[in-house]
């Protein structure tokens, strides 16, 4: 997936919100098969909510929620880096459950929010296959700032509760 189509995917997400499933589908038809795959299995997930405009304004799901809906197509269920769509990308997902080891004993908070915020890698416009999710979490209402950094958090600490020794 090249940058720009993450771009206009989120654009997408933020304005006009029709759902995370919707964009998929329609994404798919211009796609090719691996978006194609990937909406079949997203429209299998019929337990999982998506991204929905009626949410009232100051809506915090559990950090495990947010995990199933927005990350774990690429970072995998289990956290650890083999979800469904990690093979159509051409940078493999990161696992998510060393993160704490990795950075000396501590679970990285701030990394984690500017990884959510800015996309990962050395700069926030560099090529990447991990879109950036600032506008995916205020999406939800623009003015609640500290609901979306309550979703941060709520996420931040459902992936501490991941982390390995
Ligand atoms: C479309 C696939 C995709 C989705 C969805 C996705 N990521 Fe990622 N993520 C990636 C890829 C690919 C990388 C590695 C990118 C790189 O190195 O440029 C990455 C890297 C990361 C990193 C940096 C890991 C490290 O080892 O430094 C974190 C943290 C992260 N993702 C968290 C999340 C969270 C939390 C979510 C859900 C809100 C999420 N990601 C959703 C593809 C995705």
């Known amino acids: 997936m090249s940058r720009p189509v993450h771009d206009r995917l989120l654009a997408e997400l933020s304005v006009s919100g029709p759902g995370i499933r919707g964009i998929i589908m329609r994404r798919a038809l211009y796609g090719g098969v691996p ?4 909406a079949l299995w997203i429209g299998g997930v019929k337990a999982s909510p998506t991204v929905d405009e009626t949410l009232p304004s100051n809506y915090v799901p559990s950090g495990k929620l947010m995990y199933q809906q927005h990350c774990a197509t690429c970072h995998g269920p289990d ?38 915020e800015f996309g990962p890698g050395p700069s926030s416009h560099g090529t990447s296959d991990m879109p950036a999710w600032g506008p995916v979490f205020r999406y939800f209402d623009k003015q609640n700032e ?20």
């Not at 956290?79 to 990161?94: H, I, V």
């Not at 459950?97 to 990795?102: A, C, G, N, P, V």
């Not at 500290?146 to 020794?165: G, M």
């Open 146 to 165: 500290r609901a979306v950094r309550q979703r941060i958090t709520n996420l931040c600490n459902y992936l501490t509760s991941l982390q390995e020794p």
């Open 35 to 38: 978006m194609a795959l990937f």
């Open 79 to 116: 956290a650890k880096g083999t979800g469904p769509m990690a093979s159509f990308l051409k940078t493999r997902p990161s696992g998510l459950t060393l993160l704490t080891k990795r950075h000396g004993g501590k679970f990285p908070k701030e990394y984690v929010q500017s990884v959510l």
